[in-house]
């Protein structure tokens, strides 16, 4: 059972419209959800976190929501860059350090 | 700040042999690395959890004689491929986490990964 699901493998914007992934988590026990940005051939790299006490997390032109009662997160980009084109990983905690990631989203910003 | 070194980026070997990576956080002290495996077009697989000075947590299905990890210090964790078969050719990528606060104890801080082919 996936326990962190991110279900749209890709996901196309024009540059300068706004891109959101989506996450949505079954496991009530999550209390911290990250963002990650890989590009191809290296790790990821952490980009925004949120923990469960707040519902909104803003840093640049990256804000993460969370809406715990449909067990929801998102990830907004605006406006959107070609530089922006990565894969993005949805993960979640317990608190506990340990993570659960998401398959992935493919983001792919269109000049 | 919060760098970790992954070495090497690309090791080609012959079927049989062990292949060793190291992962480095080079400005803070790692209290836990993880391993994990990506195949083509798919999501991170945690392999292995690792403390220092413990024994490696081995999620399951990874097998632990196969897949020897060392945690020997707080900057530094070592995942030893032994006795390499095709079927082991991966992208392995490490990642550490420090403990001060709740944020930083939460965020792992990944290496840039190791392609592992396996002839």
């Known amino acids: 059972d996936q326990q962190v699901k991110q279900n749209s493998p890709s996901l196309s914007v024009q540059e300068g419209r706004i891109s959101i992934l989506n996450c949505d988590y079954t496991?009530?026990?999550?209390?911290?959800f990250l963002w990650y940005k890989k590009y191809p051939a290296e790790g990821p790299t952490f980009l925004i976190s949120?923990?469960?006490?707040?519902d909104k997390n803003e840093d640049g032109r990256f804000t993460v929501f969370l809406n715990k009662s449909a067990k929801h997160l998102s990830l907004h980009i605006v406006p959107s860059q070609p530089g922006d084109s990565a894969v993005y990983f949805c993960?979640?905690?317990?608190?506990?350090?340990?993570?659960?990631f998401g398959d992935g989203t493919t983001l792919t910003v269109k000049p | 700040g919060a760098v970790v070194s992954q070495h090497p980026s690309w090791v080609i070997c012959k079927s049989g042999t062990s292949v060793k990576i190291e992962c480095r956080s080079l400005?803070?002290?790692?209290?836990?690395m993880f391993w994990y495996r990506q195949f083509p077009k798919q999501s991170l697989m945690l392999m292995a959890t690792?403390?220092?000075?413990?024994?490696?947590?081995?999620e399951q299905g990874v097998e632990k004689d196969k897949f020897l990890i060392n945690h020997a210090s707080l900057t530094l964790s070592t995942l030893t491929v032994t006795s390499a078969h095709p079927e082991d050719s991966s992208f392995y990528i490490c990642?550490?986490?420090?403990?001060?606060?709740?944020?930083?104890?939460?965020?792992?801080?990944f290496g840039a990964g190791t392609r592992l082919s396996v002839l």
């Open positions: 990642s550490a986490q420090g403990l001060a606060g709740l944020r930083a104890k939460n965020i792992q801080y």
């Open positions: 496991n009530s026990m999550f209390d911290y």
């Open positions: 949120i923990s469960s006490i707040k």
């Open positions: 993960a979640a905690s317990p608190g506990t350090g340990k993570s659960t």
């Open positions: 400005d803070f002290q790692a209290t836990t």
């Open positions: 690792s403390n220092e000075g413990s024994k490696a947590t081995y």
